[in-house]
């Protein structure tokens, strides 16, 4: 059975991203996916990556996050854009998991990384007040290039797809409740492309798995 892991970077469940995201959940488990949980603001962990603390060990609960993610076929992201970036509890939690020896790798001679985490599909979903086209022309699609090419690219996620949705404060009930049902739309396609696709050959989880969706 395929895996899926949903990464939650909002504070709130009873969000419109957490709207977007149990509806994701739906979808994937429809075509049969296991999907499992990381709610991020429920982590206990320090964001501040400290590379000067060669003391600074990984908490329980990342250690547990960096099994699920190992343990996934396909890594769902939900996050708000706040200031043109992801939430700091986002930037917090890939600064002290992505790391070096984990996530990528330097090889000599090479001046590009090795992506640890190679074989797994990524799909990234954030929401934002400002209209696209002032995100495309003044903010450089920021969120994307950060998130998507220099983090889950990077480490070897593909391929990588995205769903943006611009304008949130100025829409009404009923184009919130189609982006919903949209998002179980894109659940059921990606979990038929993890049908699709020869299960994942690699490292397996080596601590808990994160939270069982209900």
């Known amino acids: 059975m395929a895996r899926s892991l949903i990464v939650f970077g909002h504070p709130h469940r009873d969000s419109f991203n957490g709207a977007l995201a149990s509806a994701y959940a739906a979808g994937l488990q429809r075509t049969g996916a296991d999907v499992d949980w990381l709610h991020l603001g429920e982590l206990r962990f320090d964001p501040l990556l400290?590379?000067?603390?060669?003391?600074?060990?990984?908490?329980?609960?990342?250690?547990?996050a960096r099994a699920a993610i190992e343990a996934a076929d396909h890594v769902a992201w939900f996050f708000p854009t706040w200031w043109a970036g992801p939430p700091a509890l986002v930037k917090g939690f890939i600064d002290r998991t992505f790391l070096s020896g984990w996530a990528f790798r330097y090889r000599e001679r090479n001046p590009l990384p090795e992506g640890l985490l190679r074989g797994r599909s990524a799909r990234l979903v954030t929401t934002m007040d400002s209209p696209?086209?002032?995100?495309?022309?003044?903010?450089?699609?920021?969120?994307?290039?950060?998130?998507?090419?220099?983090?889950?690219?990077?480490?070897?996620?593909?391929p990588v797809r995205s769903t943006t949705i611009f304008g949130v404060r100025k829409l009404a009930p009923r184009d919130l409740a189609r982006w919903i049902a949209r998002m179980e739309l894109h659940g059921i396609a990606d979990g038929r492309r993890l049908l699709a696709k020869p299960r994942l050959q690699g490292r397996r989880p080596t601590a808990p798995l994160a939270e069982k969706a209900a």
């Not at 696209?132 to 593909?158: C, E, P, Q």
């Open 132 to 158: 696209g086209f002032w995100y495309t022309l003044w903010h450089g699609r920021s969120v994307h290039t950060a998130v998507i090419n220099a983090t889950l690219r990077f480490v070897g996620f593909g």
């Open 50 to 64: 400290r590379p000067h603390d060669t003391e600074q060990l990984l908490e329980s609960d990342l250690l547990a």
